[in-house]
């Protein structure tokens, strides 16, 4: 298993994807899936084009799908942030669907911390291009 970020395209139609996404910090891996609009996916792509350009302290948020049991499907997020002269830091918060467990209704739950640089930043970003021209159905922004 590589460890990173995964977006595996499961299902599309003409208004989404559905991904499954690994995020793993090199010990720990987590599973979950999302729904992802075709608009937001381009707006990823795009925003990811500038934000590697802020070298000197840029933020960058992935957020895909909503927290809490109100929402279909799971919920990711990943805020990417320049430090340390050009190293990108990654901190990954994931929720599965939520399902009943006894008399409770529970997700699952994750929060992973890695480091990624930019020349792997502009791998994820030309796989995402791929991605979504059909040349692909995973992509992966790996660790550092």
Do not use: C
Request: aromatic share 14%; charged share 25%.
């Amino acid at each position: 298993m590589k460890s990173g970020i995964i977006f595996k395209n499961i299902w599309h139609d003409d208004d989404m994807y559905e991904f499954k996404i690994s995020s793993s910090d090199g010990s720990s891996i987590f599973v979950n899936e999302v729904y992802v609009g075709y608009e937001t996916y381009d707006e990823l792509i795009s925003d990811l084009e500038r934000f590697k350009e802020q070298i000197y302290g840029g933020i960058y948020d992935i957020e895909f799908g909503s927290f809490g049991p109100e929402y279909a499907s799971g919920a990711f997020h990943a805020r990417l942030q320049f430090q340390d002269r050009g190293k990108i830091h990654v901190s990954v918060s994931a929720q599965s669907d939520f399902e009943d467990f006894g008399k409770k209704n529970v997700a699952s739950e994750v929060k992973l911390y890695f480091i990624t640089e930019p020349a792997l930043l502009d791998n994820f970003i030309q796989g995402l291009k791929q991605l979504k021209s059909g040349q692909n159905e995973e992509v992966t922004l790996e660790i550092a």
